[in-house]
Nanobody
């Protein structure tokens, strides 16, 4: 298990941008993938993106490609979700989550594979 703290949420107008950092720590961090989920009011939590702490493996929800990107800064133990051209439907609580790496398998977007979760940060996009 790793410890995760996400932040950077807030109110932004449609078309604007936000960058959400997820600060990570833990003895086994190097063996994890770090991902982002979001949960809009009245809806189930949905996968956004994830990447491994080391290596090149990553995964992204198809509908968000081109607007959202995920990156990491290892020296800061931080994974970032960059959100551009935000739309009102992006309004949600955004969570970062940790997934133990699975040898020989790609990153899973199945929620149950993630065993560590941050508290969430609210993103509100106004029209």
């Amino acid at each position: 298990q790793v410890q995760l703290v996400e932040s950077g949420g807030g109110l932004v107008q449609a078309g604007g941008s936000l960058r959400l950092p997820c600060a990570a720590s833990g003895r086994t961090l190097s063996n994890y993938a770090i991902g982002w989920f979001r949960q809009a009011p009245g809806k189930e939590r949905e996968f956004v993106a994830a990447l491994k702490w080391s290596g090149s493996n990553s995964d992204f929800e198809d509908s968000l490609k081109g607007r959202f990107t995920i990156s990491r800064h290892n020296a800061k133990n931080t994974v970032y979700l960059q959100m551009n051209d935000l739309k009102p439907e992006d309004t949600a609580v955004y969570y970062c989550a940790g997934q133990p790496s699975r040898v020989g398998l790609p990153i899973s977007r199945f929620e149950n594979w993630f065993d560590s979760w941050g508290q969430g940060t609210q993103v509100t996009v106004s029209s």
